[in-house]
């Protein structure tokens, strides 16, 4: 029997790890398909305090993890595949194994969506980008393109033109899932171009490491062409990591977990951390804030009763 179980190892999983270690809670961390979330797919991470010159978001998140190891957390390879909250303890299919536990901490992410291309996912962290928030800085003075048509896509393109030469943005149809105020905003910016009915076929140049450019298609002439781009940031949105536990506990439409206060879930003792639940900030150290207060409330949870 476990008195905490936690679901991912990203920032907001091993950060929950960490203080739950220091309260001698002795966490077991599934570290789920993508050991070290998100963070572990980037390069230089700059805005997370603490380091003056950035730190590489591998070694960061590697960082997190040894120092709730010395704290006495352990690790397990391996993902949530099943959950039964319905009766205490809780339980966890770990690929096939049950586990049991008091509190269970949600720290699954919400991973980001991509469109798929040949190259894209060798290119993240070299040219290839989700986050404006996390990497505009790179490119000032840079062509930039943001590939989406929602207000996210308005958003980080708008966000965008703070740091880059131009901004481009495509989208696959004419109309815009975007809300008006968002469309107009970035339509009256001098700096983005919109490119409409066009898609991506490619991204250049995977061999040097370095995104140089992309092939685009109109889809209603089927004429292809090339760009010169810098950045290139998909803004087609994200799936929280929500499915292994879908009908127990609250999420809004898009999955996206329903806080109840806190960390609190709709079921008491199984709390929330992280990207899991947080659709607007999406940043390591928000998801390390919000891993702090998920330990903190399962430890007073299990005080509380008696454990
Ligand atoms: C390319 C890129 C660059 C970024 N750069 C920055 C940056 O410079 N600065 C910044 O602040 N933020 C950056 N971010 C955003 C930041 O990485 C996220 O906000 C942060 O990682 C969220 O942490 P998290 O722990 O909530 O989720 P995640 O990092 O998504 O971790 C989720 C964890 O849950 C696990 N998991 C999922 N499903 C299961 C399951 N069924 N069972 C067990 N485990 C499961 C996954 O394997 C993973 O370990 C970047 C994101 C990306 C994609």
Known sequence: MRNVVIMGSGCAGNTAAIYAA????????????EAGGQLSLTTLVENFPGFPEGINGPDLIENMKRQAENFGAEYLHGAVVD???S??????DVDGEWIETRTVIIAS???????????????IGHGVSSCATCDGFFYRNKNIMVIGG??????????????GRQVTLVHRREEFRASKIMLDRARHNPKIKFLTNTVVEDIYDAVNHLVTGVRLRNTRTGKSWEEEVDGFFVAIGHIPNTAVFKGQISTDPDGYILPQGGARTNIPGVF????????????????????????????RYLEAEGH
């Open 272 to 299: 929330h951390a992280g990207d899991v639940q947080d659709r607007v900030y999406k940043q390591a150290i928000t998801a390390a804030g919000a891993g702090c207060m998920a330990a903190i409330e399962a430890e």
């Open 109 to 123: 992410g919400a991973s980001a969506r991509w469109l798929g291309l040949k190259n894209e996912q060798k290119l």
């Open 22 to 33: 220091r309260a001698n809670l002795k966490p077991l961390v599934i570290s789920g398909h």
């Open 83 to 85: 959950t039964d909250f």
């Open 87 to 92: 009766t205490r303890p809780f339980r966890l």
């Open 150 to 163: 929602g207000d996210s896509a308005m958003e980080e393109a708008n966000f965008l033109t703070r740091f």
